[in-house]
């Protein structure tokens, strides 16, 4: 049971996704130490909004060069200040990796496996708003988390105070590095970084699907990038519908699919529309697909062919029962 829950941890850690506003632009960073699982002691990535900007992991002989893209003068300082900042952050995990394990008392056969992670995250808002985020996580519980504001580390767990006391004595550089550096660093990366700025816009449809004494409507919105949106539903009074959430998964083209469900009582039989509004960065304002216009839209072509269908139909026996009379009296008359 311990050893699923552990992976079960490190696949979630693995696939955490952003749940930020569209037009927010964010810096985040995965940090993994983990033993007995056959992955590297260590492994670091960087990314700028979606596009990884930087990974390492302890398998590799070194850092990575600094990219063409980021060839620049500002770009190669940044780098260099990463690469920096990167052996502080393996020792920071090992570290807090080793504390963990001692403190939990974790010997014998509870030490095979065990798992270690550590997120940040730096979220730039359009009006040059920054906030910061920072987190350790054990064995998928919570460990050590940074609190910016009051400049102080906050132990979730009793074993982790050691770990706190030893990473509050570089409190001020933590904290200065999440109210302003953080923001400079992305903004060099969304600047500079092909990836960062690649933008495909959503397709959004809607489907219905009968249910008893109810009818589920879908809206589908696929092939999106970068990765975050935000989908809602919203009736013709503007009020949100409680909605069945679902992730922003990957499509294997390297755009992203998600879909949110409302369910439509029978008893409302009233004309309700429902709109499905998606908000994406590469798209100015939003995309809104309305349900109950569709259905309309849709009936009204139906009706009209049905209806051409028919008279070209009645038109055609017309013109047979003439020509079969016509035939009758020429034939009446030859005899």
Same mark, same amino acid.
């Given at each position: 049971?311990?050893?699923?829950?552990?992976?079960?941890?490190?696949?979630?850690?693995?696939?955490?996704?952003?749940?930020?506003?569209?037009?927010?632009?964010?810096?985040?960073?995965?940090?993994?130490?983990?033993?007995?699982?056959?992955?590297?002691?260590?492994?670091?990535?960087?990314?700028?909004?979606?596009?990884?900007?930087?990974?390492?992991?302890?398998?590799?002989? $070194?850092?990575?060069?600094?990219?063409?893209?980021?060839?620049?003068?500002? =770009?190669?300082?940044?780098?260099?200040?990463?690469?920096?900042? /990167?052996?502080?952050?393996?020792?920071?995990?090992?570290?807090?990796?080793?504390?963990?394990?001692?403190?939990?008392?974790?010997? =014998?056969?509870?030490?095979?496996?065990?798992?270690?992670?550590?997120?940040?995250?730096?979220?730039?808002?359009? !009006?040059?708003?920054?906030? =910061?985020?920072?987190?350790?996580?054990?064995?998928?519980?919570?460990? %050590? /988390?940074?609190?910016?504001?009051?400049?102080?580390?906050?132990?979730?767990?009793?074993?982790?105070?050691?770990?706190?006391?030893?990473?509050?004595?570089?409190?001020?550089?933590?904290? @200065?590095?999440?109210?302003?550096?953080?923001? !400079?660093?992305?903004?060099?990366?969304? #600047?500079?970084?092909?990836?960062?700025?690649?933008?495909?816009?959503?397709?959004?449809? &809607?489907? #219905?699907?009968?249910?008893?004494? $109810?009818?589920?409507?879908?809206?589908?919105?696929?092939?999106?990038?970068?990765?975050?949106?935000?989908?809602?539903? &919203?009736?013709?009074?503007?009020?949100?519908?409680?909605?069945?959430?679902?992730?922003?998964?990957?499509?294997?083209?390297?755009?992203?699919?998600?879909?949110? @469900? %409302?369910?439509?009582?029978?008893?409302?039989?009233?004309?309700?529309?429902? @709109?499905?509004? %998606?908000?994406? $960065? $590469?798209?100015?304002?939003?995309?809104?697909?309305?349900?109950?216009?569709? #259905?309309?839209?849709?009936?009204?072509?139906?009706?009209? &062919?049905?209806?051409? &269908?028919?008279?070209?139909?009645?038109?055609?026996?017309?013109?047979?029962?003439?020509?079969?009379?016509?035939?009758?009296?020429? #034939?009446?008359?030859?005899?």
């Amino acid at each position: 049971m311990r050893k699923a829950k552990i992976i079960y941890t490190l696949v979630f850690f693995f696939s955490l996704l952003q749940q930020s506003c569209c037009e927010v632009n964010s810096l985040t960073g995965y940090y993994l130490g983990s033993e007995g699982l056959g992955l590297p002691s260590y492994i670091e990535r960087l990314d700028a909004n979606d596009a990884t900007v930087f990974y390492y992991d302890s398998s590799m002989h $070194s850092r990575a060069p600094c990219p063409d893209w980021l060839n620049t003068t500002a =770009g190669q300082e940044l780098w260099k200040k990463i690469s920096f900042r /990167s052996q502080d952050n393996t020792e920071n995990v090992v570290v807090g990796f080793q504390t963990a394990i001692k403190q939990f008392n974790l010997t =014998g056969t509870l030490s095979n496996i065990n798992v270690y992670q550590a997120y940040i995250q730096c979220d730039l808002y359009p !009006d040059g708003t920054v906030k =910061g985020l920072l987190t350790h996580g054990f064995n998928g519980m919570d460990f %050590v /988390s940074l609190d910016i504001d009051s400049k102080a580390f906050i132990a979730s767990v009793p074993q982790a105070v050691k770990y706190k006391r030893i990473r509050e004595k570089d409190i001020d550089e933590l904290v @200065s590095y999440y109210k302003k550096t953080c923001s !400079d660093e992305l903004k060099i990366y969304l #600047e500079n970084s092909p990836a960062v700025n690649m933008k495909k816009a959503p397709e959004v449809r &809607i489907f #219905e699907e009968q249910r008893a004494g $109810s009818t589920l409507l879908t809206c589908h919105v696929t092939g999106f990038y970068p990765k975050a949106v935000q989908v809602k539903w &919203i009736r013709a009074d503007l009020q949100q519908e409680d909605i069945e959430t679902n992730d922003v998964l990957p499509n294997g083209d390297g755009t992203y699919q998600t879909r949110r @469900s %409302v369910i439509r009582p029978e008893e409302n039989t009233g004309d309700q529309h429902y @709109s499905c509004v %998606v908000y994406h $960065s $590469s798209v100015e304002g939003n995309i809104t697909v309305t349900w109950g216009k569709e #259905e309309k839209l849709f009936r009204l072509p139906v009706l009209m &062919i049905l209806g051409c &269908i028919f008279m070209v139909a009645v038109v055609g026996l017309v013109i047979r029962c003439f020509i079969k009379s016509k035939d009758t009296v020429t #034939e009446s008359d030859d005899s």
